[in-house]
């Protein structure tokens, strides 16, 4: 016979909170108030891009109030199951510059890992949202391979966690390919591209910070925030732990229509994201992703928006306003002044 040693795992609070996030429609408008109108067609398109929101996200959201702008980035709706024709499932051309399982490098001297496929909330807008993630590994010793492609190239001076959220992973692994990815000389920067900290905070835990303190590669993490409600003080405690041992921090938001499509909105963003040390970096536009045209603002619009943020803002809280086109050698910064 054979023995068997119980292992009793102790999970961390912020796994606890994405197991216990909310995965359907149904749970969402009961929770929520919403209209059981919502639900037939929201349900449709939850079958293409699962529901998934963790509890401290749905905290956030107001009542009764169908145009949340957090709830309209989580909610399926029926506009998502429109098809459009300049609207593609993989828009930005990734699986092209997908040399190895879980690497995609596109730029010349930084590369994506991705560390996780999972995301701790789905996006509704999400340029990842058909990413073919079952076909890319999550197995450390394959993980070798890709370390390997790093290592063959010098050029490359900057990984960068991506996902999925990267922060979805466990920290054991986070930490060990900080360790290998450091053994490499010529890696100056390791940067974390995480919603993570925003929407379940207490993921910016004693274990997290230990690892991330403890390499020679000083973290820069780039935060995803599309709206001030998204901060709340929990969020603002999770900084404030990153700032204190030494994390920079920036943040890229999408604008998206009715969410964030407004001068006050991201003005107030910026300004609150100040407050909390947070650097605004990118305000990208929208990719063409399936599913996602009702987010789609138009060219006008854009360009009222931006402007009225580059009269209010100083200099070093404006985003720089990006779209990503296939095939060019970095992000195109989109010129509003014209
Ligand atoms: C956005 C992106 C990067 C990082 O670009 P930065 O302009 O340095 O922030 C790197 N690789 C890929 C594939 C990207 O999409
Ligand atoms: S967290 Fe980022 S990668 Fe994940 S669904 Fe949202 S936008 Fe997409």
Not at 80 to 108: F, G
Not at 292 to 303: E, G, N, Q, S, T
């Amino acid at each position: 016979m054979h023995l068997q040693t119980e292992v009793i795992q102790i999970k961390n609070r912020w796994q606890t909170e994405l197991i216990d996030s909310v995965t359907s429609v149904q749970e969402l408008v009961t929770r929520l108030r919403l209209s059981p109108k919502l639900l037939s067609k929201g349900q449709k398109a939850a079958l293409k891009f699962q529901v998934r929101v963790p509890l401290s996200y749905i905290k956030r959201i107001r009542h009764s109030d169908p145009k949340d702008p957090l709830l309209l980035q989580i909610l399926p709706v029926k506009e998502e199951l429109k098809k459009y024709e300049d609207y593609s499932q993989d828009p930005l051309n990734e699986l092209n510059h997908n040399p190895k399982s879980c690497v995609i490098h596109k730029y010349r001297n930084r590369v994506l890992l991705i560390v996780s496929s999972f995301c701790a909330i789905n996006c509704r807008y999400c340029f990842r949202r058909h990413f073919p993630y079952s076909q890319q590994h999550q197995d450390r010793e394959k993980w070798f391979s890709a370390l390997e492609y790093v290592t063959n190239r010098p050029e490359i001076n900057e990984v960068i966690f991506s996902g999925g959220d990267p922060l979805a992973a466990k920290d054991s692994l986070l930490s060990w390919l900080t360790k290998k990815i450091s053994e490499i000389p010529h890696i100056k920067r390791l940067r974390i591209h995480t919603r993570l900290p925003v929407v379940i905070p207490s993921r910016i835990d004693d274990e997290l910070l230990l690892w991330m303190q403890s390499t020679r590669l000083k973290p820069i993490m780039v935060l995803h925030i599309n709206h001030p409600n998204e901060i709340d003080s929990a969020v603002e405690e999770s900084l404030r732990r990153l700032r204190k041992i030494g994390i920079r921090l920036l943040n890229q938001s999408v604008l998206l229509k009715n969410v964030n499509d407004c001068s006050n909105v991201l003005i107030a963003l910026s300004e609150h994201l100040y407050s909390c040390e947070v650097t605004p970096y990118y305000l990208h536009l929208l990719d063409p992703v399936e599913g996602a045209a009702h987010f789609h603002v138009d060219k006008a619009r854009i360009k009222a928006v931006y402007s009225e943020m580059q009269a209010v803002l100083p200099g070093f809280l404006l985003p720089r306003l990006v779209k990503e086109t296939p095939g060019e050698l970095s992000k195109t910064i989109v010129c509003v002044n014209d």
